[in-house]
Every structure is written in C-alpha cells, then in structure tokens.
C-alpha cells in the first residue's frame, strides 16, 4: 500500500515544498501587474498589497508547518495532530489564492499578457509547493481493508489527520494568554476581512480562499481542538475574551460604513442565538421566526415617538425594550400554544404561515384594508435616535484617539443585548430545563415516557426565543430607521430572514453557543461583500448548504454528542485507559495466568 498519494522521497518531497513556497512569497515583493487599475495596487515592488498579502501570508505558513516536519524545537507545538495534511492545505490555499489573482489580473485587463515576473514566480512557486506536497506521507495510513482506493479517495485521505492527544497541564495564566491570544487574532482577522472595500470583491474572494483552508489546515494540524479543550476548562475567561474582542471592534473601524455591518452582524447574530433555543436546544423547527423580530420592532417604532406612529406616544427606550420583549413572548405563546402538538413537518408547515401572515397583515394594517396601525407597505419611517444617559445616539463621539460613529454607538449598545442572550442561552442550556430541551429533541417519546412535561417544556422554548428575539428587534428599528414589511420575510436577498437565520443555526452548529455567532457572520459579510452576485445569492447559498450536508453536517462549530452522532466511526479525544497493578493482578487471578 503506498504512503503518499505521488512517488516521490519524502525528504525530497519536502524540500521542493519549501523551495516553492519561498519561491511563492519572493514573488509578492515583485510587481504583478504594470496597473494600478487592478484593486489593491500590485504594482509597487518590495511593498506586497492586495492579494499579494494574502499569498504572502498563505506561503509563511506553509514554510512554518512544512519546517516542522524536520522536529525543530519551537516548532513542534504547531503540529500535535497531523504534520503533513496541514502543508497540504496551506500549499493548496497558497496556490488557489495565486491562481484566482492571475486569474482575475488576465480577465479585468485583457489577457496573460497583463502579468509582470512577480506574479508567474508566485504561481509557478505555488504550484511546485502543492505538487511536492501531495508527496509527502500520509498522517492517516489508508488500510488494506476492502478494494484498493480510487484518486480521489486517495487524496481525501492524504487531508485526513489524526486527533490531537492530550496535551500537557500548562499554568493557569499561560492557558489565559493563550485564549486572550486566540481572540485578539480572531479579531484581526476579522477586522481585516470586514475592512476589505465592497469594490474590490476580488481581494475578498481571496481571503475567502485563504481563510477557508487556513482554519482547516489548522483544525488538521490540532491546534484548534487544543484551543477548543483550553476554551472548555475556562468558560468565563472565554467569554470575557469574546466580549472583550468584540468591544474593541468599532474602535477599529474609521468608517461608518464598516460599523454599520458590524452592529448588522450582531443584530443577526443574537437572533439567530435566540432561535438556537428552539432548533438547537428543543428540536423544533421553526420557519417563521423572523416574525419575532418584526413584532419587536414594530413594538419598538409604534412607541418611540416616530412621527407615523398611530400610537402617538414615546416611551423611553427601557421601557420600549420591555414592551418589544413582552409582546413578542405573547405573540410566541399565542402562536405556540395550539400549534406545539404538532412535530416535524407539520410544525414546520404551520411557522412558516405565521410568518407570512405577520407579514401580511402588517401590510394590510394601512387604514385601507385594516385599521391604520403600521402604515401598511410603506411601514413606520422616522424612528428617533437613542439618547441614553446624555449620550446622543445620532452624533459621533470621541473616545480618547478613536472617534465612534452612529453605527458605533448602536453597536456597543447591541454588544449588551448580546451578552444578555448569552447569559440566557448559557445558564438556560446548563440547567435542568436545558437538559431536558435536549431530551425531547433526541426523542420526545422517552422523554414523556420519564415523566418530562413535553407540551410545556416546548412551549417555554418557543416564548423564551420569541423574547430575545424582540429585544433585538427593538435596538434594530433605530439603527434602521425604519421598520417594513418586506424586512421580514421568509427569505429574501438581505438577511435577517427566517430562510438565513435557520442557515446561520445549521451552518455554525445548532445547540452551541459560538456556532450562530460564526453562521451570521458568514452569511451577512459574503452576501454585503459580494454584492455582484446578489442574483445569484440564493442559488449559492443553496449549493452552500448542500456540501455542508455532505462534508460537514454537524455545523461548523459542532458539540461532542453532533460529533458522535456524525461521526461515530471516527476517533475523538478519548484518554487512553489506565489500568492499575490491582486490577491486572486480578485479571491474572481470573484468567489463571500469571504474568
């Protein structure tokens, strides 16, 4: 059985993998282009920009995880699981992220002729770098078991890793660095990514590119299970690291424009969490959801004092919070109560229509067709700023260096909202309640035959994420301006809708706390970045959530029981059994041997 998936010496294998990265990066200190034209300005020598930065990065860390392979010291804590797989990856995310720039160069500008030297030494060092490291070994031996594997088998298996083994007790405050590290990373990232201009989509699709087998080279690699086991052990310095995280956010943005995606993403984000409650955590499946929000904001719009409110009253913001929340919970008893008894499909069938007529009759509540309560399509404009403790919401402000925009200062009110959802999500998942959500999502059946009330557990799911959901509708009617109609459908181009949030649930992982988190931000920045292809933006998302079924189906951040569920054949980080000189003394006894 061969060991790599093309003949080639391992030793030799590895160094034409690391001479075609270095060949890669020296390529990014070259022009690759003779225009400025192009985004992000590739022209300029020993200066990288644009998707030069990105190849530039994709090639550091392939020469990083290729070196490790020779047991450097310092190195070696990079690889705990898999050493080679991860080279792989990271030759591969070099080369795709070359290839589409050479790719995008030729097609804006008018053929191949457009590229300077620089661009070629990348690709053609890109290139050598991947094919040098589809010969390296295996991390996962294939087995003689069965017929002999074909190509493409062969090559799943030479991304496949093995898992990470326990790793050795460090001090406390070195764990706590090391997640205060993870985060204020994750943030750059991110703050990176959000900070990419909408006009150069190309720079995006790159970081996409890279991104993408970054994290799966380092998911291969281990570091990410080590991360996530130090994450487990110190849950309340996680959480503060995340919040911490995202409260530094707005001080990075000098825009408004970037700001307003961010508190948009945190929006969408902590409705999606409060919807986790009733897929995740209570299995029930709920297409109609986005309603909730809209009667929040409604609620919110129809007693702020907007000039078209047929109410005519301004309540201050808490108490309109307040309002929001509890008229979402009636809405979410009144909807759940005759409609709880169903399961599955039929469930489904019958959220689907209360958002569509949420939807409806809002519409219809013009004074024409209805009592003039919301204006009909042309909903409730005018929505007043906040002014909360002398703070007006409307006005930049600064903050020693930094000045925060409007969107700012809704963003860092929305950050409070979100950590009330949290606490709520956390110590709800956590409790007795919590526990026996998830029973009746594994099996209703045995979980009534042991004695749980089904019927009301249900029902106080389905209120309890109509609430958070209202909370976030109130602080999104003021960022907007506006509350329509047509924001609250059931799927529409522009999230949130019933349609994206339940993405947002599946595709970050349902019952975990930091999946929805990651789900939103995925399917709010591509769509906001990638405005190009809006047209085509449900047909992607559909194919998107196909080869998450098949490749992924537990989620992108998933729980050890979706782990075992998906994936009961594979090995998880299980210690290896000890057995003490007691019990092989009595094993000896029983067996009448003697060692």
């Known amino acids: 059985m061969t060991t790599a998936l093309l003949p080639l010496p391992a030793p030799a294998a590895r160094i034409a993998t690391l001479a075609g990265a270095a060949a890669a990066l020296a390529g990014t200190l070259l022009p690759w282009t003779w225009t400025s034209e192009f985004p992000g300005d590739l022209t300029v020598t020993g200066y990288p920009g644009g998707l030069q930065v990105l190849t530039l990065t994709g090639a550091v860390l392939t020469l990083l995880f290729a070196l490790t392979g020779y047991g450097i010291p310092g190195l070696r804590w990079l690889t705990p699981a898999g050493t080679n797989s991860p080279v792989r990856l990271l030759a591969l995310a070099t080369f795709g992220t070359t290839g589409y720039a050479m790719g995008a160069i030729s097609y804006e500008l008018g053929g191949v002729v457009n590229l300077e030297p620089g661009a070629w030494v990348s ?61 204020g990373l994750g943030l750059y990232v991110f703050t990176y990514g959000i900070d990419i201009p909408t006009e150069d989509s190309e720079q995006f699709i790159g970081f996409l590119i890279t991104a993408g087998f970054a994290v799966t080279a380092l998911n291969r690699a281990g570091l990410i299970a080590r991360l996530t086991a130090l994450t487990t052990k110190h849950r309340n310095v996680t959480l503060a690291a995340a919040l911490v995280a995202a409260l530094c956010f707005p001080f990075t943005q000098d825009t408004a424009e970037y700001a307003l995606i961010g508190v948009n993403i945190l929006i969408f984000a902590t409705v999606a969490l409060g919807l986790n409650v009733v897929v995740g955590l209570a299995g029930l499946l709920d297409l109609g959801y986005v309603a909730f929000l809209g009667v929040g904001a409604y609620t919110a719009a129809l007693v702020s004092g907007a000039p078209l409110s047929a109410i005519g009253v301004k309540f201050p913001f808490w108490a309109a919070v307040l309002t929001g929340a509890v008229v979402s919970m009636i809405f979410g008893v009144l909807i759940g109560a005759p409609t709880l008894r169903l399961r599955g499909d039929y469930l489904a069938i019958v959220t689907l229509g209360f958002g569509e007529i949420f939807r409806v009759t809002v519409n219809a509540l013009n004074g024409n067709s209805g009592p003039d309560l919301t204006n009909g399509s042309q909903g409730i404009p005018s929505i007043p700023d906040l002014n909360l403790f002398g703070i007006d919401f409307a006005l930049s402000h600064d903050v020693g260096p930094f000045t925060l925009s409007r969107p700012a200062n809704y963003y860092l009110l929305m950050l409070v909202f979100t950590a009330v959802v949290v606490l709520v999500f956390r110590r709800s998942g956590e409790s007795r309640i919590g526990r026996a959500w998830v029973a009746i999502r594994e099996d209703e059946t045995a979980a009534t ?38 924001q609250y459908q059931f799927a529409g181009s522009v999230p949130p809708n ?82 003490s000189d007691e019990t092989d003394a009595g094993i000896a006894k029983a067996g009448g041997v003697t060692p």
Do not use: C
């Not at 947002?504 to 920045?525: D, E, N, W």
């Open 123 to 183: 690709g053609i060092g890109a290139l050598v770098a991947v094919i040098a490291s589809l010969a390296l070994p295996y991390d996962v031996p294939l087995t003689d078991d069965g017929p002999a594997p074909n190509a493409w088998q062969r090559f799943r298996n030479s991304l496949a890793a093995p898992s990470a083994p326990r790793a050795k007790a460090l001090p406390g405050w070195a764990e706590i660095i090391i997640i205060a590290v993870a985060f």
């Open 449 to 486: 035959a042991m004695g749980i009330n089904a019927f009301r557990l249900k029902l106080l799911a389905f209120a309890l994420g109509a609430t958070l959901a209202g909370l976030a509708g109130t602080v999104q009617a003021h960022v907007n301006y506006t509350v329509t109609p047509e």
């Open 498 to 579: 019933s349609a994206f949030l339940l993405a947002a649930v599946i595709l970050g992982g349902m019952g975990t706390l930091s999946g929805p988190f990651v789900g939103a931000a995925l399917l709010y920045l591509i769509p906001a970045k990638l405005q190009f292809m809006q047209d085509y933006q449900l047909f992607l998302f559909g194919i998107a959530l196909v080869l998450l079924m098949r490749f992924r189906p537990e989620g992108l951040v998933a729980d050890r029981r979706k782990q075992l569920e998906f994936h009961e054949n594979d090995q998880l980080d299980v210690p290896t059994p000890r057995k």
